[in-house]
């Protein structure tokens, strides 16, 4: 039962500690916003619980990073 209870609380805190909130957005070729099946390029912009604000964009054909920005939630 002990194994049990110790089992339980390290899968809680593994979940807990890498929650975030990710947002996509998607861009034509001259960066207005559009429908996936249109865009050229993805922006990603997760939220994590330390405040952490992570932007990256990406070329959506093969993927390919563009740039990656970090910057502090000053909230």
């Not at 975030?20 to 034509?28: E, I, L, M, N």
Request: proline share 1%; aromatic share 10%.
């Amino acid at each position: 039962m002990k194994k049990l209870s110790l089992l339980i609380v390290a899968i809680f805190i593994s979940l807990s500690s890498f929650s975030q909130k990710v947002d996509v957005k998607y861009f034509d070729r001259n960066g207005n916003v559009t429908n996936p099946e249109y865009a050229k390029y993805k922006e990603l912009t997760s939220t994590k619980d330390n405040g952490i604000i992570e932007t990256t964009y990406y070329k959506i054909k093969g993927d390919i990073l563009i740039r990656k920005n970090q910057m502090m939630d000053m909230k």
